[in-house]
């Protein structure tokens, strides 16, 4: 029997909502953005995120009912993301998809963050099934999943300190590009000569899946003042250039690996920073070189949404991986746990 959704997603500044059917089939998905809220500040206050989230959460999710064409009585489940993220921000979110669950006297399913990143792939591909390898890069995280099934999965390697998103958010902003930084930077890198400026790679020696972008991050933005103090101009495309490509060259190369030693012929991407056009076009290039598949989900599916949380919500209920109301938000969780039987030790 066909089973409907109706899903939130609030870890960070995205207030958004969406209706599936079967986990595949987005009836409906619904966004409120805080990025010209937070770009005032250069970056997401979690403060003001969460009282946004409050503002906003049912006046999006009744838009999504609507848009769907569904009525209430026609959910058979409430789900929203549980874990990773803000946690002032996830709570809000949760908070409100236990009290509609209850209130409708339907299934509450806790969802995790990272998890949902992958199944966008499953909304963009419907033919893609697991096991496949995946990348998940965002402005939190950047990791490399071995996914076995739709609610198994194992982490593989994972940076050992900022994730690339917030390294490039970070270097945007001194270099004076606009909130996100990410999304400016990519831009900016096409005109760019990488060559211009030698960078350190992101990579952790002996560990061959694990990154470290603290190192690039202080580089370059090393390198922005240090010129700033000789009185000498930074080449801004150039840099933007050269940074995307050492990502790309430290990242692609481990997801690669890491897809061959693990027996996987299917590589997935995901996440903001899978929307970078270097590290798509790198992908693109090695996957083919190594015979293995990639699927790149469109760019509106690479940051957070609702869609990601409505498919995932749709497997983790099928394997009955459900919440109640007591179901509590946590700010960091390896993607290999259920959010449902995750317990603190608080």
Request: hydrophobic residues 45%.
């Amino acid at each position: 029997m066909s089973k409907l959704i109706l899903a939130i997603e609030s870890s960070c500044d995205e207030t958004a909502c969406a209706v599936s059917r079967d986990g595949r089939e987005i009836l409906a998905d619904v966004v409120y953005s805080q990025a010209d809220m937070h770009a005032l500040y250069g970056g997401v206050v979690p403060e003001i995120a969460s009282r946004k989230h409050i503002e906003k959460v049912s006046l999006v999710a009744e838009q999504a009912v609507k848009q769907a064409g569904v009525r209430l009585s026609d959910l058979d489940a409430v789900a929203a993301t549980c874990a990773p993220g803000l946690i002032g921000a996830l709570l809000v979110g949760a908070n409100f998809a236990k009290a509609a669950a209850l209130a409708l006297n339907v299934p509450f399913v806790p969802v995790h963050h990272i998890r949902g990143h992958v199944a966008a792939n499953y909304v963009a591909f419907p033919q893609l099934e697991p096991p496949m390898t995946a990348l998940v890069a965002s402005g939190g995280h950047t990791v490399i999943l071995d996914v076995a099934d739709y609610t198994h999965m194992t982490v593989v390697g994972a940076s050992r300190d900022d994730a690339a998103g917030e390294a490039f958010d970070k270097i945007g902003r001194v270099l004076g590009l606009p909130y996100p930084g990410g999304a400016a930077l990519d831009a900016l890198s096409r005109e760019g000569d990488p060559d211009k400026y030698p960078l350190p790679p992101a990579v952790i020696r002996d560990h061959p899946y694990d990154f470290s972008f603290s190192g690039l991050k202080t580089a370059a933005v090393n390198l922005i003042h240090n010129a700033g103090q000789k009185g000498q101009a930074v080449n801004r495309a150039d840099l933007a250039a050269a940074v995307s490509r050492t990502v790309a060259q430290s990242v692609v190369p481990r997801v690669v690996a890491a897809a061959k030693d693990h027996g996987r012929r299917r590589v997935c991407a995901a996440g903001g920073v899978a929307a970078n056009s270097t590290l798509r076009a790198l992908l693109e290039e090695e996957c083919r070189k190594a015979g293995l598949e990639l699927y790149l989900p469109p760019l509106k599916l690479c940051g957070d949404n609702g869609s990601m949380i409505a498919c995932q919500a749709y497997f983790e209920y099928m394997a009955g991986n459900l919440g109640d109301p007591s179901q509590n938000c946590f700010a960091t969780l390896p993607a290999s746990e259920d959010v449902c039987r995750y317990e603190s030790g608080m």
